[in-house]
């Protein structure tokens, strides 16, 4: 009966400690929490955001761009506060300078380049990053399609940005 009693104190212990793990600690942690969580735009605040773009890129085709964006997406996450991987987060990359994200290690070149990022730095990086800066260390070859360059800016600028 004793070890059954030991078993149960145990148990009970273990699940007050697990519960703990949801809740936040203080008022202040809850709202660092509440901060981090990504807010999805609606398509209409998307549109707006693809509307700013100088021509062509106003108009471009959204859902196309991610279709084409999810070979990018082995290397690059989109979302406010999402990690770096093999190349940074591209969360506010519209009027970034290039070579400054946070905790990415870019090359000399990129630091270096004085690149400030719009929709025409933007095109020509995506159809040919070594074209643009010898010795970069993306990988990615390009893309040659100019619609499908200006649909991946659309939807970069859809989903980088935050809503107006």
């Known amino acids: ?40 735009l609606t398509a209409a605040q998307k549109l707006a955001l693809v509307a700013e773009l100088p021509a062509p890129y106003s108009g471009g085709d959204i859902e196309h761009g991610k279709a084409v964006f999810m070979m990018c997406k082995t290397c690059h996450t989109l979302v406010e506060g999402g990690a770096n991987m093999t190349g940074p987060n591209l969360w506010g990359i519209f009027g970034r300078k290039a070579g400054t994200a946070k905790d990415f290690a870019y090359s000399d070149g990129l630091k270096a380049s004085g690149i400030t990022w719009d929709t ?10 070594r074209a643009v800066i010898a010795g970069t260390k993306m990988s990615f070859v390009g893309l040659k399609d100019a619609k499908d360059r200006i649909d991946v800016i659309a939807y970069l600028k859809s989903e980088t940005s935050p809503a107006k």
Request: overall charge negative; some cysteine; proline content about 6%.
């Open 120 to 129: 025409a730095r933007m095109d020509s990086w995506i159809e040919n990053p």
């Open 1 to 40: 009966m004793l070890r059954n009693r030991r078993a149960l104190a145990l148990c009970l212990v273990a699940a007050s400690a697990l519960s703990a793990c949801n809740k936040p600690h203080s008022e202040s942690s809850a709202q660092e929490a509440s901060e981090h969580v990504p807010v999805e």
